[in-house]
């Protein structure tokens, strides 16, 4: 019993030191930026201060970083991360025991260097024979509200959400396909940041949201997941949203080219209220999209964005995730 306390308090001294040299590291990564760190809630966030008014980065920033042996530190993947770009934020996953719960999350500045990371460090070696991963974090900021009424108006909506909840940015309302002054019964929400957008689905589930006489659904709506911007750079197909719904494809082709030529347009494919257009190459689907922007057909405004590429699709998805990430 006596050999057991001694070799138990060896232990709790070798394991007091390792954590006294840890904090000495971690003081020394917050001086050199003038970072701070703060643990809550399971997890050790390094971030600057609210002082210095840092804006948040926009969405596709962050990466996932999987594999961590449990006793690997901020000290060791800080000064490893930021040899990419500067970072924004770093996160790790901490037990009630302060070791690593094997994942982290580093956020940049900008998607460029969220890129660059997965690119250089997935499948790097930190140490001999192990090797860590790191993914695109889905950056969901957006939710799904279905059971809505049919006659309900996107201003309506937007109202009735800024009541309960903060960083409401946007809320995306289709039309009928058969009614376009009735919506589809659902709409989606768009927030500043993933952060609001888990404290409303929190507050709003299970049925916590009436309105209107109905219990409204809220739930995660199905992430996009941002495209490398290398393979956007590549791409030669516009999309067209908020078309009548009674033009076919060749009214749409012939307004399309009646603004840009015929000789630069493939072929046009529409369904329901949106459309494909595909240009013959990059260079003439840029000046498609610039001359294209402030299109309005039968007093309708059409959004007009570049179409990602068929493997980044909702149907693609369903069956495949993208392999840049997180799963």
């Known amino acids: 019993m006596v050999v057991f306390t001694e070799v138990e308090s060896c232990l709790e001294s070798r394991n007091c030191r390792k954590r006294s040299e840890l904090a000495k590291k971690l003081v020394a990564l917050t001086e050199k930026n003038g970072y ?57 996953m901490l037990d009630f025991m302060e070791q690593t719960r094997g994942y982290a999350f580093a956020t940049y500045f900008t ?98 949201l009436v309105a209107w006489g109905q219990t409204l659904y809220v739930d995660w709506a199905d992430p996009i997941p941002e495209v490398e911007p290398h393979v956007m750079a590549r791409v030669t197909i516009l999309y067209l949203k908020n078309l009548p719904l009674d033009y076919n494809s060749e009214e749409i082709h012939t307004i399309i080219c009646n603004v840009i030529g015929s000789q630069v347009v493939r072929k046009v494919h529409k369904m329901f209220s949106y459309a494909f257009v595909h240009l013959v190459n990059r260079k003439h689907a840029e000046l498609a999209l610039s001359k294209l922007q402030g299109l309005i057909i039968r007093d309708q405004a059409i959004e007009i964005e570049w179409a990602r590429p068929r493997r980044y699709s909702k149907k693609f998805r369903l069956s495949k995730t993208p392999d840049n990430f997180c799963t």
């Open 36 to 92: 701070q760190i703060i643990q809550t809630n399971g997890q050790r966030v390094y971030a600057p201060p609210a002082s210095k008014n840092c804006p948040s980065p926009s969405k596709g920033c962050e990466v996932f970083i999987g594999k961590l042996h449990k006793n690997l530190y901020e000290d060791e993947l800080i000064p490893l991360f930021e040899k990419v770009g500067p970072l924004y934020k770093f996160r790790l």
């Open 111 to 208: 998607p460029q260097d969220a890129s660059r990371a997965v690119e250089k460090l997935n499948k790097f070696e930190i140490r001999p024979k192990l090797k860590i991963v790191v993914y695109k974090s889905v950056d969901n900021r957006r939710l799904f509200i279905g059971n809505l009424p049919t006659d309900r108006t996107r201003l309506e909506v937007q109202e009735l959400l800024k009541r309960y909840v903060n960083g409401v940015v946007d809320v995306i309302m289709y039309p009928d396909y058969h009614q376009p002054w009735l919506n589809r019964g659902f709409v989606f929400v768009e927030f500043e940041e993933h952060r609001y957008a888990a404290l409303a689905r929190r507050q709003f589930t299970p049925e916590n």
